[in-house]
């Protein structure tokens, strides 16, 4: 039985390889998160940086596998979402690639920081998040499972993108 495009594109990232139109990023592990439900949700229109709709910050969990010999890693979080559709993202799962623009070494809490859209891009599902004290350091969302419904870079493109993130450590395996 085949396995579903997330799951295969999870794997082959797991495995260190790269999407295609990389830019020359290093991919330094996956990053894989599950929604709350309940989250706040402002429903005026949102119109920033293009981006209309519903504005929504959900809690989340999520484990960090780096590629090569790294500990895996558990966050708690947030995710800001805004669209038409922002609240389908309660009790999903989002997959986001880690990568780095320069080799950064592993240490406990890497990715603890805040990650958001840059000004300068056009937003849609795949824009990239850069974070804000570690600019090397980017999440470039890869897929979303939302129920039965699964969402993978090429597919239909949903109307809400993922504006901001935001990571602290809870636990580590090192």
């Known amino acids: 039985m085949p396995l579903p495009a997330t799951v ?22 996956v990053l ?10 402002h429903s005026e229109d949102d119109f920033s940086q293009g981006a209309r709709g519903a ?22 979080g947030t995710v800001q979402v805004v669209g038409t559709n922002a609240g389908r993202f309660e009790r999903a799962t989002i997959i986001l690639q880690v990568n780095s623009m320069v080799p950064i070494p592993f240490h406990p809490g890497l990715l603890e920081q805040g990650y ?9 599902r795949w824009t990239p998040l850069t974070g804000e004290t570690k600019k090397a350091i980017m999440l470039q969302p890869i ?8 969402h993978s870079e090429g597919s239909e493109p ?16 090192a």
């Open 143 to 150: 897929a979303e499972r939302e129920g039965p419904m699964r």
């Open 8 to 29: 295969s594109l999870a794997i082959l990232l797991a495995f260190g390889a790269a999407l295609p139109g990389g830019g020359g990023l290093a991919n330094i592990g």
């Open 55 to 76: 504005r929504s910050v959900l809690s989340m969990l999520c484990t960090f596998r780096p590629v090569g010999s790294g500990p895996e890693e558990s966050y708690v």
């Open 158 to 173: 949903p109307t809400a993108v993922i504006l901001s993130v935001t990571l602290k450590l809870r636990s580590t395996s």
């Open 32 to 41: 894989t998160c599950s929604t709350s439900e309940g989250g706040t949700t």
């Open 116 to 124: 958001s859209v840059e000004r300068a891009l056009k937003l849609s």
